[in-house]
């Protein structure tokens, strides 16, 4: 996917994941599995990165992605090794509209 159009502009969407608490050893293990969804082919991520709360913990992960429609971001997530072992506590999935400096 080269880049997902709507009119004139490429079409992103926020994927977000803030995890439970104590889910560090099942992250670690599902560490394989997780690059392996970091790194479909067919995905353009934008932006990703880890979320960390004040102490610095792991707090979640929030990737910028471009997507064909607010149905296929949403598969992305569920997708996820995370989301399929149900280390979110809670997860958000929105369409993002730049109004100031731009993704790549």
């Not at 429609?69 to 399929?84: G, K, M, V």
């Not at 149900?86 to 731009?102: I, M, N, Q, S, W």
Request: proline share 4%.
């Amino acid at each position: 996917m080269l880049g997902v159009w709507a009119g004139d502009r490429v079409m992103h969407y926020l994927v977000a994941g803030v995890l439970k608490p104590d889910s560090e050893e099942k992250l670690i293990a599902l560490r394989d599995q997780w690059n392996e969804h970091l790194s479909q082919p067919n995905r353009k991520i934008a932006l990703f990165g880890l979320l960390r709360d004040k102490e610095g913990r792991r707090a979640g992960y929030l990737a910028m992605i471009e997507a064909e429609s607010f149905d296929d971001a949403e598969n992305f997530l569920r997708q996820s090794p995370l989301y399929q072992e149900d280390l979110y506590d809670r997860v958000e999935v929105a369409e993002f509209t730049p109004e100031v400096g731009k993704l790549d």
